[in-house]
């Protein structure tokens, strides 16, 4: 069993920031990839950020600029830093991870159970 943990979403007012923390725990041999997805009413599940094992980042192009993906690998810990929301940010943000269970298992994606993230004045 493995166990995505999202916190630090909220109502925010436009141009305000967010922290966005998710923790994976249980069966984890080794983790490659943690992200966070967004997904908006009506609209499909999109990328945000990633970063992998060794640090490298991806991001999504409308929040280029704004938000910053980090890791704590020791802690299997993934953060989002989002500064200068917008409404358009409003969405269901999801943790993802792609890991392994064991030495002999292939990688699959897990996913949080998303944490709302709410810009509005």
């Known amino acids: 069993q493995v166990q995505l943990v999202e916190s630090g979403g909220g109502l925010v007012q436009p141009g305000g920031s967010l922290r966005l923390s998710c923790a994976a725990s249980g069966s984890i041999f080794t983790i490659s990839t943690m992200g966070w997805y967004r997904q908006a009413p009506g609209k499909q599940r999109e990328l945000v950020a990633s970063i992998t094992s060794g640090g490298s980042t991806n991001y999504g192009d409308s929040v280029k600029g704004r938000f910053t993906i980090s890791r704590a690998s020791a802690q299997n810990t993934v953060y989002l830093q989002i500064n200068s929301l917008k409404p358009e940010d409003t969405a269901v943000y999801y943790c993802?991870?792609?890991?392994?269970?064991?030495?002999?298992?292939?990688?699959?994606?897990?996913w949080g159970q998303g944490t709302q993230v709410t810009v509005s004045s």
């Open positions: 993802n991870a792609v890991l392994r269970t064991s030495q002999v298992t292939a990688r699959r994606d897990y």
